[in-house]
């Protein structure tokens, strides 16, 4: 049977300009700017700027202004927006040990060289509601300040390492792979899984390093340092022969200290995940951290113990909200023509019934 | 970075400098002079690397959005520019500074664009500092009572 496959166009048109006038809400108050989500709202502009995998705080913000707060919808226009964009090429590897830290905690070592750098953070409030935000006289809160320190802020891991007492992070130059220029292949590497992650939702990305901590792969991890800030990066530029910085962003690295038996082949000694994440996302860098070490239980000579956060073809097939809700949603758009047939063959099976069990369908 | 070859540093200080700061700097320093472009100004991403435990393999983090152009001034300096976000403007004017850096007005222009934006730029790095100084940790151990 021919079903309508025209139409609609007038619907749509009005639909969209009704999402317009909602969007903008009550015109008695004021509209929001793109600044002020960017200043304002800037965790919500990190978020979208990494799982959009693009970093542009301005782009962000007015992703989210378009899409009226919903952050997958404006992740979704970042996406679709970056592969617009000519690779220029790629940078150098970001060196975050010269991270200029807003924030540097460790939860191993409480006198790490370089200290313990909160920054602005939400721990140690006491969620609790403050109503003097929705007054309407913006109190200037003014930070206070210290005498700015200088001296790079070493990485902490490096402490252990120097003692042989943690699996030591091999340098190596190979091109990584890219899911954005190459569909993704099963089994993978770490590489891919690091940059899958590293864009991944950050909801389904804390579920599963959650599962890791309830027990469903066992690697109890610690934050051995966990660190906020700005760095410079840096790309070859080959017209000129040199390399120069062509910017600077806030990465949110996360590295943990997790355990490990030791082997035939080497002596007892800790492990490591690793998160580093676009702009200051730390839920996001430690749940990233988490899953990375769930997912090396191969590499490391570790029993595979059924747990999801283990299966990479599972954890990396569904991390992208943008996959997902792209599938998920899909399904509300028309489908009237499969429908059509399902229909047809419903009623054509519970024909055939009838007339092979006629007394069965009397007697109910 | 390292910076040996002083149009390293001047063309990294450009890529990072606020839009409008270059832009108010560029102004007060004059007229443009004559230039063609060699290529025009040009947005487009670069794939941005880490490594896996900050010291281990590379892998790609995701990209971010950078400009580009080349010009060349009437004179016959070439300037190049490569800078962070989405200014075209903010291109023209960096690789402006960077051909102007190579002519006889190279000391006049570092004097009213390059070390202003130094300063500024150091300023507001140091800002950050300072209230992340603030924060750092002071232990104190208790006295405990005990022998």
Redesign the interface.
């Known amino acids: 049977m021919y079903v309508a496959v025209k139409g609609g166009e007038r619907a749509i048109d009005n639909a969209h300009a009704w999402l317009a006038e909602e969007r903008r809400g009550d015109t008695s108050i004021a509209e929001l700017s793109i600044e002020q989500i960017r200043e304002q709202l800037s965790l919500a502009v990190n978020r979208v ?2 799982e959009g ?4 705080p ?2 962000a913000a007015l992703a989210i202004k378009q899409s009226r707060g919903d952050l997958i919808e404006a992740i979704f226009l970042i996406r679709a927006y ?1 592969t617009t ?10 060196k ?2 010269d991270m ?4 540097r905690i460790s939860a191993t070592f ?2 790490a060289p370089g ?6 953070t939400f721990d140690y409030t006491h969620r609790l509601l403050d109503f003097k935000l929705a007054a309407e006289s913006d109190p200037q809160a003014d ?8 001296e790079p802020i070493p ?1 902490i ?1 490096e402490f252990l390492n120097t003692e042989g007492l943690i699996q030591t ?8 792979p ?3 220029r190459e569909p993704m292949e099963l089994p993978s590497n ?3 899984r ?2 899958s992650l ?2 991944g939702d950050e909801g389904f990305v804390l579920g599963m390093a959650y599962s890791t901590q309830r027990g469903y792969a066992r690697n109890h991890a610690f934050v051995g340092e966990l660190r906020i ?2 760095v ?4 070859e ?1 080959p ?2 022969g ?8 806030t ?1 949110t ?1 996360c ?1 943990t200290v997790n355990q490990f038996q030791g082997s035939k082949t080497e002596p007892p000694q800790f492990t ?1 995940g ?1 998160g ?3 702009g200051q996302s730390e839920r996001k860098a430690i749940s990233v951290a988490l899953v990375d070490r769930a997912l090396r239980w191969k590499e490391l000579g570790e029993s595979d113990s059924g747990a999801a956060a283990q299966d990479e073809e599972f954890v990396l097939s569904h991390c992208d909200n943008i996959q997902a809700t792209g599938f998920l949603e899909h399904i509300k758009l028309p489908h009237y023509v499969d429908f059509q047939s399902e229909l047809e063959l419903v009623r054509k099976l519970r024909r055939e019934a009838a007339e092979t069990y006629p007394m069965q369908e009397a007697a109910e | ?1 390292n910076k040996e ?1 002083p ?2 540093a001047w ?2 200080l450009l ?2 400098a606020p839009t409008h700061s270059l832009e108010d700097k560029m102004t007060a320093v004059g007229p443009e002079p004559e230039f063609k472009w060699l290529r025009h100004p ?25 400009t ?1 152009c ?1 010009l060349q001034l009437a004179s016959g300096e070439v300037g ?1 520019a ?5 200014s075209k403007s903010k291109a023209r004017h960096a690789a402006l500074v960077d051909a102007l850096m190579q002519t006889p007005r190279a000391n006049s222009l570092k004097a009213q664009v390059l070390d202003p934006l130094m300063t500024e730029m150091a300023t507001s ?13 002071d ?1 104190f151990t208790m006295v405990r009572g005990e022998d």
């Open positions: 700027m990494a995998s693009l970093y542009d301005d782009l970056r964009l000519p690779r220029f090429g790629s940078s150098e590897p970001v975050t040990e200029a830290c807003d924030r409480k006198d200290g313990q750098v909160l920054g602005p930070a206070e300040t210290a005498k700015p320190r200088r990485h891991m992070e091999i340098a190596c130059e190979d091109t990584p890219d899911l954005t770490r590489a891919l690091l940059q590293a864009r800030g700005a410079p990066v840096e790309m530029i017209e000129l040199f390399a120069i910085e062509i910017g600077e962003m990465l690295e590295e490591r690793y580093l994440v676009f | 970075m070859n149009r390293q063309m990294s890529a990072k040009e947005l487009g991403g670069v794939m941005v690397q880490g490594r896996a435990g900050s010291t281990g393999g590379r892998f790609n983090i995701g990209e971010m959005t950078v580009r080349a190049h490569v800078v962070q976000g989405r790095r140091d800002a950050r500092a300072a209230k992340a100084a603030a924060t750092k940790v232990f």
